[in-house]
C-alpha cells in the first residue's frame, strides 16, 4: 500500500471550490447591492400618466417656438449664497415679470428637490438668498409676463462652491 503525500504547493478540488464559491458569492453581492441602491434612490416616476403627458406635447411644444420667437435671454446666477435671475428682451431691455419660481431638481433623485420664489430687485432682476447644495441640478424658471403661460427657461447646471460653473 503507496501512501500519497501532497506537496505543499499541490492546487486541490478544495482550491477549485473556494475559488468558485468566492467568485460567484462577489457576483453577487454586488448585484444585491446595485438593486438595493437603485431601488431605494429614485422611483423612475418621470409622469404620473404617459398618455396624459403625449397629449400635452404638442400644445407645449408650440408654445416653446412662440416662446422663441420673443427672442429673449434669461440670465440665472447662483453665487455667495443668492439665486438670481434677469429676463432681457430681444433689445436687451429689462423684462419686468410680475413673480418668478425657480425650481432645483436634482437629476437622480427628487430628495432635494425644491422651488424658490424671487422677489423683484430695483433695475428689474429678481432674487433671493438660497444657498444651493453643490452638484448638477435641473433648474426651471417660470417667470410670470402677464400671459397665459409663464416665461419658461429650462437648464441644466453644475454647482461648485457654491456658485453656477
Keep these: 500500500m503507496t501512501v500519497r503525500r501532497r506537496s505543499t504547493g499541490e492546487f486541490t478540488g478544495r482550491h477549485m471550490l473556494i475559488i ?17 441602491l437603485a431601488r431605494s434612490s429614485w422611483t423612475g416616476l418621470v409622469v404620473q400618466n404617459s398618455y396624459v403627458a403625449s397629449q400635452q406635447f404638442n400644445r407645449k411644444a408650440e408654445e416653446g417656438r412662440a416662446q422663441a420667437a420673443l427672442h429673449w435671454q434669461g440670465r440665472l446666477t447662483v453665487a455667495d449664497g443668492v439665486v438670481r435671475y434677469t429676463l432681457l428682451d430681444a433689445a436687451g431691455k429689462p423684462v419686468l415679470p410680475t413673480s418668478v419660481k425657480v425650481a432645483f431638481r436634482h437629476p437622480a433623485s427628487d430628495a432635494e428637490d425644491r422651488t424658490i420664489e424671487l422677489m423683484p430687485e430695483p433695475g428689474g432682476a429678481f432674487s433671493a438668498r438660497q444657498a444651493v447644495r453643490d452638484g448638477a441640478w435641473i433648474v426651471e424658471v417660470d417667470a410670470d409676463i402677464g400671459r397665459t403661460s409663464p416665461y419658461r427657461q429650462v437648464q441644466r447646471v453644475f454647482v461648485r462652491n457654491g456658485a453656477i460653473q
Design 20 to 36: 468558485t464559491l468566492t467568485f460567484f458569492g462577489v457576483i453577487i453581492a454586488v448585484n444585491m447591492t446595485m438593486a438595493t
